[in-house]
């Protein structure tokens, strides 16, 4: 049940209720958002951790579980898609590049980058859990992008095969 409180909101004072506020928290955090899809949860400890209401912890886990029921199941089925390993990404022109952001083309065969090239089956979902387990494991990322049927990622020679190996477990 909904505290229906008022809570106070950059200053200003808002008619969000208690479910509405762990609502927002939750989303503004998307590592809870996942945990929650794929029931991995303390709810107290999430509780105390997102801190929407003075003295309402249970208040609190009552909605983060009701949330977690209405959120779509975390699926980790195997998909269709192929991950190949690209050496000696550099600055070029654009033309020629895997991939392109501002001013910055890079392109095989001009410098000492490796880029990790996933193809088929990826989306933006796709980028987040790669970069995830990039950062994880503590390898550097230089750049990154998905579009269409490919998801890129640019990482330090030395890092390519470790990069390899968890581009194609993600």
Known sequence: MDSGRFFASRGRHSHVTLAAATRAAVDARPFLYEALRAGVVNYSAAARFIDVGDDETDAVVAALRRYAEELPAYDETDVDRRVTMESGLGEGEAENALLTVGETALV?????L????????VDAGDLRRVLGRLETADVSVV????????LLVVVERRAGADALRLVESA
């Open 143 to 150: 750049a990154a992008g998905v579009a269409g049927d490919a």
């Open 108 to 112: 095989p065969g001009s410098g000492s």
């Open 114 to 121: 490796t880029g990790l090239l996933a193809t088929g089956d």
